[in-house]
């Protein structure tokens, strides 16, 4: 290995690691550590190094080393290199190759170029123009500071590279979270489209539901979305179901109405306060977006309705089937209706006499002893905190 890295080695390196059997990394490995004469050769000078004056002392450039040699550093007849396993280095070898800091180049701005550009860009006149703007404004006047770029790298370095223009700023919306141990604590409430006769032709269908019991409390079908017949809606519920100021919380995502200032105006009015999603993010409203589900995806749902008459019927005798009629796997395979009107107790005791019967008279029949009817929720949330979640049972009586 010594033999290659010396000066008077004119033969290719390769062909030699090859016939010796070792890696060009074993090679580099050797070279770096011994600090070897090919090191030695100190590079042209260029145009940017002086011609005169003292030499940087290199601790690279440094005298053949001895250890080149010693008989410890020859390759074994294994083709090991030095520092491999059975082969001892010298103490006197160099373990780490020191690196010269990068010189200023000569073309760099002096600090005075540079104070001189940063009272310009920070002057009165030139503070809300961007560098290309002052770059050409003082190119017109006849006069050259130094590039865009360099502006740019100069405010860069002061932390000052950003948007002096009144630009929109994306603030940070918190994700709502909001707990529902009973009706009429947490609504939500969306708008969905139905497909008219035409084409491009659209009704929509406005939706208010019970965030714990899954109970419709008011709908209703328009041939527009608005603001004021969203309130009307809103107004109409919340005195069917006897809303007191500070009992009820209703959520809905960040569309026209939901946000409008007539229904914040109506809400304020009621006493009942009002959360949004975070925008773009769908799973923040997950109430009112199942039962838009169910609803599209029931067998009897058209593909287009012949009228707006047609769409008010068919929603009729839906969300009647919905509230009064539909199991819901999320209570326990309650109806809405029997949890918002609080019956579920009553319903889940006469269920589970049944089963208890069924039991006493085919026992083989259950291998995991006598049923247990699941329970109603008694939470149910919407975005549960991260330790709350962890800490609530698997057994659905929580929705996220």
């Not at 569309?255 to 229904?263: A, C, E, I, N, R």
Request: proline residues 11%.
């Amino acid at each position: 290995m010594a033999s290659i890295v010396e000066p008077n080695n004119t033969l290719p390196v390769a062909p030699l690691l090859k016939a010796l059997g070792l890696s060009r990394a074993t090679f580099y490995r050797y070279r770096a550590r011994n600090a070897g004469p090919a090191l030695a050769a100190s590079p042209p000078a260029g145009p940017d190094q002086p011609p005169d004056g003292p030499e940087t002392p290199d601790p690279r450039r440094s005298e053949p080393s001895s250890s080149a040699n010693d008989p410890s550093s020859t390759p074994s007849a294994g083709g090991a290199s030095p520092g491999s396993e059975g082969v001892p280095i010298s103490p006197e070898t160099p373990s780490v190759v020191s690196v010269q800091p990068c010189r200023v180049p000569n073309r760099s701005l002096t600090a005075e170029e540079r104070q001189t550009v940063y009272h310009v860009l920070y002057g009165d006149r030139f503070r809300d123009h961007t560098p290309h703007e002052v770059f050409a404004t003082l190119l017109d006047e006849g006069t050259y500071l130094c590039s865009p770029r360099t502006m740019y790298r100069l405010l860069k370095t002061e932390d000052a590279n950003k948007p002096r223009r009144r630009c929109r700023q994306h603030p940070h919306y918190p994700t709502p979270e909001l707990l529902a141990t009973g009706p009429n604590q947490v609504w939500s409430w969306d708008i969905t489209r139905l497909k008219a006769p035409r084409k491009w032709e659209v009704y929509y269908l406005y939706v208010i539901l019970d965030v714990f019991s899954r109970y419709v409390v008011a709908w209703m079908v328009a041939h527009h979305e608005d603001r004021r017949l969203a309130a009307q809606m809103i107004d109409r519920a919340c005195h069917q179901q006897h809303i007191e100021p500070g009992q009820l919380t209703i959520h809905a995502d960040r569309g026209g109405p939901m946000t409008s200032k007539t229904v914040a105006l109506l809400l304020s009015d009621l006493g009942v306060l009002r959360t949004h999603s975070r925008p773009h993010v769908s799973n923040d409203n997950p109430f009112s977006e199942a039962q838009f589900k169910t609803l599209k995806y029931s067998l009897d749902f058209p593909d287009r309705f012949s009228s707006i008459e047609h769409a008010r019927e068919h929603c009729r005798r839906f969300f009647d089937w919905y509230n009064n009629e539909h199991h819901h796997a999320g209570l326990a395979d309650l109806t809405p209706a029997m949890v918002h009107h609080g019956i579920a107790d009553q319903v889940i005791s006469q269920r589970q006499a049944m089963l208890d019967a069924a039991y006493q008279r085919y026992p083989g029949r259950f291998v995991n002893g006598p049923p247990r009817h699941p329970s109603a929720p008694s939470a149910v949330w919407i975005n549960p905190p991260s330790a709350t979640a962890d800490s609530l049972p698997k057994g659905g009586n929580s929705t996220t």
